[in-house]
C-alpha cells in the first residue's frame, strides 16, 4: 500500500505545488469566454447582415410569426433564427415587439399565425410547461420569484419529472427521497454558483432586486436547458451584481447553452453579445454583430438615435474583481443603515 500524500502536496512527487502554476479560476473563465466568443465568430462570420439571415446551426428557426391586439401588430416577423451556442440580443424600443415575441416562442402566449421549431422538432402550440421540459426556459423582466417561500424551496420547484408532484405519489415518501435528496444537492451547488448559498434558508421576498434575478436564473437551470432566455436580466440590477449576472450569462455559452435575450442596456449589449436582432414595430429591421448593428442607419433610425457612437457605460463594471468590489461597498452601505 502506498504511503498516503501530505495534505497540500502533489500525489505524484509528495512536493507541495508551485502556486504561480496553480490555474486562476478567474483567468481560466475568461480565456473559456473568449475562446468560446472567438468560435462563434467564426461560424457567424459569412452569415449576412440582413434581417432574417439563415444561420449555419439555427436552434429556432420561426416563420410567419403574428401576434395582434386589438388590430395593432405587435408581432409580424416573417423569418428569424437563432443560432446554437450563442448569445443573442434581441434590441428595439419600447413596444417593439420583443417580449411579446418571447411569450410566443416559450408557450406563455400564442400567435395568431405562424410556425417554428426548436431543435428541429415544431413546437407552436405547445405550452410553457412542455417547452421547458424540451429545454427552453426563461427568466421575465419583473422576477417571479414565491415570495412566501424558502430561496431552496424556489430552487426544488424547479426541477422536472418530480416523483412526488402528484396526488398518489406524495403519500409515497420511499419513492421520491432519493429523488428530492439530489434535487436539493443540485439546487445547493447552483446557489453557491451564484452567490446566493447563504441566502438559501432566507425567504425569496427578503432578497434584493439583483439577487432575485440570480435567482431565477439559477432556477432556470434546475431543468438542465439547451437554451435560456432572460428578458431584460439588467433591469433595476444595483452596480454591485452587474459584473456577476454578466459572468453568469456568459457561462451559460461556454458550457454550451444557446442564450437569447431582451436588453436596453447597449452597454452591455456590446459586450457579451455574440449577435444582435433589432425588432421596431412588431418586425426584425437589422440583424448582425454588435460592433456593426451599431452603425446600422435602419437601427439608427428606429432605435439609437443621433448619439449612438457614444458608449456611456461604466467598463470598470466589467472588469476582473470588480464584483466582489461592489458588493462590498453594497454591505457596507446596508449596514450603516
Not at 65 to 94: C, K, M, S, W, Y
Not at 125 to 131: I, P, Q, V
Not at 284 to 308: F, K, N, R, S
Request: proline residues 6%; negative net charge.
Amino acid at each position: 500500500m502506498s504511503a498516503e500524500t501530505p495534505p497540500g502536496t502533489s500525489p505524484a512527487d509528495g512536493t507541495t505545488p508551485d502556486p504561480a502554476t496553480v490555474p486562476d479560476p478567474a483567468e481560466s473563465a475568461t480565456a473559456r469566454s473568449a475562446v468560446s466568443r472567438e468560435r462563434i465568430a467564426r461560424d457567424l462570420a459569412a452569415v449576412p447582415r440582413s434581417p432574417g439571415a439563415p444561420k449555419p446551426d439555427p436552434i429556432i428557426v420561426a416563420d410567419g410569426v403574428r401576434r395582434t391586439f386589438g388590430g395593432i401588430h405587435a408581432v409580424d416577423v416573417e423569418h428569424l433564427e437563432v443560432q446554437r451556442g450563442a448569445i443573442t440580443a434581441l434590441i428595439g424600443p419600447n413596444g417593439a415587439g420583443k417580449t411579446t415575441l418571447f411569450n410566443l416562442l416559450t408557450g406563455f402566449d400564442r400567435a395568431d399565425a405562424g410556425t417554428w421549431s426548436f431543435e428541429g422538432r415544431q413546437v407552436q402550440g405547445k405550452a410553457a410547461a412542455r417547452m421547458a421540459g424540451l429545454g427552453m426556459v426563461r427568466t421575465f423582466q419583473l422576477t417571479k420569484a414565491l415570495s412566501r417561500m424558502t430561496v431552496m424551496d424556489n430552487m426544488r420547484l424547479g426541477a422536472v419529472d418530480q416523483r412526488g408532484e402528484t396526488v398518489l405519489g406524495s403519500l409515497l415518501p420511499w419513492l421520491w427521497r432519493a429523488q428530492e435528496a439530489e434535487i436539493t444537492e443540485r439546487a445547493r451547488e447552483l446557489l453557491e454558483r451564484f452567490k446566493l448559498g447563504d441566502k438559501a434558508d432566507d425567504f425569496a421576498g427578503s432578497l434584493s432586486g439583483g439577487q432575485r434575478k440570480l435567482l431565477e436564473m439559477a432556477r432556470a437551470l434546475m431543468t438542465r436547458p439547451t437554451m435560456v432566455m432572460l428578458d431584460e436580466p439588467m433591469a433595476g440590477v444595483n452596480p454591485a451584481l452587474t459584473q456577476s449576472l454578466l459572468g453568469h450569462i456568459q457561462a451559460l455559452r461556454d458550457e454550451g447553452m444557446t442564450v437569447l435575450f431582451v436588453e436596453h442596456d447597449m452597454h452591455m449589449v456590446r459586450h457579451i453579445s455574440d449577435w444582435v436582432v433589432v425588432m421596431a414595430e412588431g418586425r426584425t429591421v437589422a440583424e448582425g454583430p454588435p460592433g456593426t448593428i451599431m452603425q446600422d442607419q435602419a437601427v439608427v433610425d428606429a432605435y439609437l438615435g443621433a448619439h449612438h457612437d457614444t458608449d456611456l457605460g461604466d467598463d470598470a463594471l466589467l472588469e476582473e474583481g470588480a464584483a466582489d468590489q461592489y458588493e462590498a461597498e453594497a454591505e457596507a452601505e446596508e449596514a450603516t443603515k
